[in-house]
């Protein structure tokens, strides 16, 4: 025993002088028991294939593996890496097939109740890459299968040691993973950070598209690493459907608290985390609203003394859902309010982020968005998702300091802060001078646009709407159409009220009474002189309407609107014409809208307002 004890002493010295590298994730599933094992095929002696989604690059990499929920030991015979050759393929790129080692050795036993990180591999992932994870099994617990059951990706299963065959068969698939834990990326230049997504079902993605990485935290993802100032952040998603925030932890239904040391502590350079709990708590566990606000301070404190910022967002609405009570409505109203006034000086989060208001449905505010659901009324499907990822402002992400290291990384080109200011409200618009600019003014050394912006803090605060630009015509003339914020009550939801379709055809009878605009996580760039978009709604992010739709529901600033009632969604049926010759803002300086959004008017014509400019509206935005 005195030996033994003395090379475990060693091994841990050991294993502090050599611990040189920094990691950060940039992959996680929380694990626990699903009760769910492959079909047909025994995993003891086969080989799975498993399919996940990174969000942050890197050259080098470790693999962390699970049995914590075992009983028993668990036998790795062999792991390998490679690139994914396509969702739902089962097939991976060859040529990057790579070995997974554990002390130099192909194979390991993990432990009962243990985990196990491999060791460093080379292997180089860009941002968003999918991978295939491929483990060839010997003993596994019987009864305790460490697993995730809401993968929302198809996993493999074929007998024998196949880890580093091309393709898997399809006739054994299913939405599990097994074993598989976090993918961490050296990272010692610390230049990467995490986000850690914390939920129940409706962060572990359920009612998201199998095979298509949509859930709420993918898009959120996408997002970050389409613009420049945010692409150092990974997500880490940490869901598990059914979970509730507050009660008895258990290996089947683990609650936020029981597994926030496993599942947050101990992931790898957490800097942010954005919470979304409550809902099972309310109609599941009967949980009073003293108690679930209690509860989420007792989440908070735990990460505000981990060095966590801590982001929370309102529980969603579910009134459609069979199980809702107004006594459950009422709780999840206080613990709501509770939620988006209490500041974290009083113990609450560091800021809110509504995922709520933005699903909700503008006739009831209590009931989730049919177009927008799964069916049940309390889960979204990948288009609410999609809103939901997009509701999450860049600000909270983007510190002074972060602008700073920002403009060192991009060699001071100012221009790329597009990505990072959104919409122009608290820029102020300087009129045109009467003299006619030849040439555009922005130069090599983005002189003029620091001016413009100040510096740039500028570019920290997101903004949401054009409308508080102040806006000087070109001459004090009055204008003499109404600009389009007079026809709306409060023109900040332009987004989601003034430029939607109102009118609700009578047949067929099911059919949105508005549609959801979602802008894309990367804008759709039009050139002005040979669109690419087909029709006037590509430009914001709407498809248009296939051959034999052309039945028009409403008109708006982007044209005609059909419905395709078989894919459930608005499309365009206006058009879109290239303008002929230059764009006529161009010889004031100023370039040509992509978009159709109207801000302001004078005498010259229509102004919209992208890219931190002011644009001229073209010719094919016909009203």
């Given amino acids: 025993m005195k030996f033994f004890s003395i090379s475990v002493l060693c091994l841990a010295l050991l294993s502090v002088v050599f611990a040189e590298n920094f990691y950060t994730g940039t992959w996680s599933s929380s694990q626990y028991w699903t009760g769910e094992m492959p079909e047909n095929v025994p995993v003891e002696g086969s080989s799975i294939r498993q399919i996940v989604r990174v969000s942050i690059p890197g050259e080098t990499l470790r693999f962390h593996f699970s049995n914590i929920i075992g009983d028993t030991e668990l036998e790795i015979k062999a792991v390998h890496v490679a ?15 790579t070995e997974i080692t554990f002390n130099g050795k192909p194979e390991v036993t993990i432990p009962a109740g243990g985990d196990l990180i491999s060791d460093d591999i080379d292997f180089h992932i860009d941002a968003l890459d999918e991978l295939a994870i491929t483990i060839f099994y010997g003993k596994i617990p019987v009864d305790l299968f460490t697993s995730h059951a809401g993968a929302r990706t198809n996993s493999y299963i074929e007998v024998g040691n196949v880890v580093s065959k091309e393709t898997f068969t399809q006739d054994n698939k299913f939405p599990r993973w097994y074993t598989i834990a976090a993918i961490d990326v050296v990272d010692n230049e610390r230049k990467y950070a995490a986000v850690l997504c914390y939920g ?27 613009n420049p100032a945010t692409q150092h952040l990974a997500v880490l998603n940490q869901g598990i459907g059914g979970s509730s925030l507050y009660g008895e932890n258990s290996i089947r239904w683990p609650t936020g608290l029981g597994r926030f040391q496993k599942d947050v502590a101990e992931q790898v350079n957490v800097k942010y985390m954005i919470v979304l709990y409550g809902v099972n708590d309310i109609v599941y566990g009967g949980i009073d609203t003293e108690t679930l606000i209690g509860a989420f301070k007792e989440l908070i404190k735990r990460a505000h003394e981990l060095g966590i910022i801590v982001y929370g967002s309102p529980i969603l609405p579910f009134k459609s859902n069979d199980n809702w009570t107004e006594e459950f409505n009422q709780i999840k109203l206080a613990v709501n309010d509770w939620i988006i006034n209490t500041p974290a000086s009083e113990g609450g989060f560091d800021a809110v982020i509504d995922m709520a208001t933005p699903v909700s449905d503008p006739k009831d505010d209590q009931v989730l968005l049919y177009e927008l659901s799964d069916g049940d009324g309390l889960h979204p499907n990948h288009l609410g998702y999609e809103v939901m990822g997009n509701a999450i402002p860049y600000e909270l992400f983007i510190n002074e300091e972060d602008c700073a290291e920002y403009e060192t990384i991009y060699e001071e080109d100012c221009t790329e802060t597009d990505a990072v200011v959104e919409d122009p409200t608290d820029v102020e618009f300087e009129p045109f001078e009467t003299e006619v600019v030849e040439e555009p003014t922005e130069d090599e050394d983005c002189t003029e646009v620091v001016t413009e912006y100040v510096d740039c803090a500028e570019t920290d605060a997101v903004v949401e709407d054009p409308t508080d630009v102040e806006f000087e015509p070109f001459e004090t003339e009055v204008v003499e159409e109404p600009t389009e914020d007079e026809e709306c009550t409060e023109y900040e939801t332009v987004y989601e009220d003034c430029a939607e379709p109102t009118v609700v055809p009578t047949e067929p009878v099911v059919v949105p009474t508005e549609p959801v ?19 006037l709604a590509e430009v914001i992010g709407y498809p248009c309407c296939d051959e034999g739709i052309d039945d028009v529901y409403d008109h708006d600033e982007h044209g005609d609107w059909g419905y395709d009632f078989i894919k459930r969604e608005w499309c365009g049926l206006t058009p879109l014409k290239a303008p002929e010759g230059e764009c006529w803002s161009e010889k004031y300086g100023y370039p040509c809208c992509e978009t159709c959004y109207v801000y302001e008017e004078d005498k010259n014509g229509k102004w919209g307002y992208e890219h931190h400019q002011w644009c001229g509206i073209q010719s094919y935005c016909s009203f």
């Fill in 83 to 97: 690139k994914s050759a396509g969702q739902g393929t089962g097939s991976i790129i060859v040529d990057t097939d």
């Fill in 200 to 226: 129940d079902s409706i962060t572990d993605g359920r009612g998201s598209t199998t095979d298509k990485q949509n859930r709420w935290s993918d898009i959120l993802a996408e997002k970050l690493q389409s």
């Fill in 517 to 535: 605009v979602v802008e894309p996580t990367v804008p759709v760039v039009v050139e002005p002189t040979e669109p690419v978009a087909k029709c």
